[in-house]
């Protein structure tokens, strides 16, 4: 089945403790993207990647990194999480840069930082 | 400045009524458009699509949107509401962002709520 895996489902953790949240997808989709969902702001993009080794920052980068060593993988890294970093976080893909629409969209991740 | 807005956060309709859920949006090109459905503790599902073909595209459970160019609107409607229905909507551009990419940005959401 095509799609964007994502995990944990839900994490809990503390300020400070780096973490990992991995987004994986089948497709071999050329572009990936991660998003925030916060109440009332609707999704904004944290980070985004139009193939292997090319990454770019989207409208909320700031506390977060990501990586793209390999086509299918898409981490988002938080080196020391803050309480304002506790949000519903979702990984998308998408077959081509150049595509306007086609979008996968994971499960999502609730981030609780404490 | 390119953006969209969902002109209510909350609406809510008596179950078998009409659903008018507003977005207008603000692009210096010709746009491509999307709603998205969230229902709860679940994620973001595709409702319908506009990419510069009709003007009246239709989506998945009964769901329409009218792109109206003069009013630089895209608003979701359903004649008639189900009790399923109740989710978190979302109004979305893709927007050339330059080397060839289309991002996506969204609205901040409209809640549906569906009264037995």
């Known amino acids: 089945e095509a799609q964007v895996t994502q995990n944990p489902r839900y994490l809990i953790t503390v300020t400070g403790k780096k973490l990992t949240v991995t987004c994986s997808q089948n497709?071999?989709?050329?572009?990936m993207s991660w998003y925030r969902q916060d109440p009332g702001l609707g999704l904004r993009q944290i980070y985004y990647?139009?193939?292997?080794?090319?990454?770019d920052k989207g409208d909320v980068p700031e506390g977060y990194k990501v990586s793209r060593k390999e086509k299918r993988n898409f981490p988002l890294i938080l080196e020391s999480p803050s309480p304002n970093q506790t949000s519903l976080y979702f990984c998308?893909?998408?077959?081509?840069?150049?595509?306007?629409?086609?979008?996968?969209f994971g499960s999502g991740t609730r981030l609780t930082v404490v | 400045a390119q953006s969209v807005t969902q002109l209510d956060s909350h609406v809510s309709v008596s179950e078998g009524t009409p659903v008018l859920l507003r977005c207008n949006y603000s692009?210096?090109?010709?746009?491509?458009l999307f709603w998205y459905v969230q229902h709860p503790n679940k994620g973001l599902q595709l409702l319908l699509k506009?990419?510069?073909?009709?003007?009246l595209v239709k989506g998945i459970n009964g769901f329409e949107a009218e792109f109206k160019k003069s009013e630089t609107s895209f608003h979701l409607t359903k004649p008639s509401a189900h009790m399923s229905d109740a989710a978190e909507y979302f109004c979305?551009?893709?927007?050339?962002?330059?080397?060839?990419?289309?991002?996506?940005?969204f609205g901040k959401g409209t809640k549906l709520s569906v009264i037995p």
């Open positions: 497709m071999n989709h050329e572009y």
């Open positions: 990647s139009m193939n292997v080794e090319v990454t």
């Open positions: 506009y990419t510069s073909a009709a003007t």
């Open positions: 998308a893909s998408k077959r081509e840069v150049g595509v306007i629409y086609g979008y996968t």
């Open positions: 692009s210096s090109y010709s746009p491509s």
């Open positions: 979305v551009v893709s927007l050339y962002s330059g080397a060839g990419s289309y991002q996506l940005t």
